[in-house]
């Protein structure tokens, strides 16, 4: 068991896949599950946009603010 491997009770943040968290829980480790998944589905080009918009948009915010 996983509380043997470390020695002591083990708390666990699952990000993503949910059959990670339910194996856990079947192991009696307390667990929280968050359905996580990256940006543009993996899509570096996509990635790349995104973070391109992101980055125009705090210059627009910060030009509005020098105002």
């Known amino acids: ?5 470390f020695g002591k009770k083990v708390k666990v943040i ?3 896949i ?6 856990l829980r079947k ?3 307390e667990t929280i599950h ?3 998944r990256p940006p543009a589905g993996g899509n570096k080009k996509i990635q790349a946009l ?4 992101a ?3 705090s210059q627009v915010k910060s030009a509005k603010g020098a105002r």
Request: glycine residues 8%; negative net charge; without cysteine.
């Open 18 to 23: 949910a059959s990670f968290a339910d194996d």
């Open 34 to 36: 968050t359905d996580w």
């Open 50 to 53: 995104l973070n391109k918009v």
């Open 1 to 5: 068991m996983l509380k043997d491997f």
């Open 14 to 16: 699952n990000l993503g």
């Open 55 to 57: 980055n125009w948009q």
């Open 27 to 29: 192991q009696g480790v």
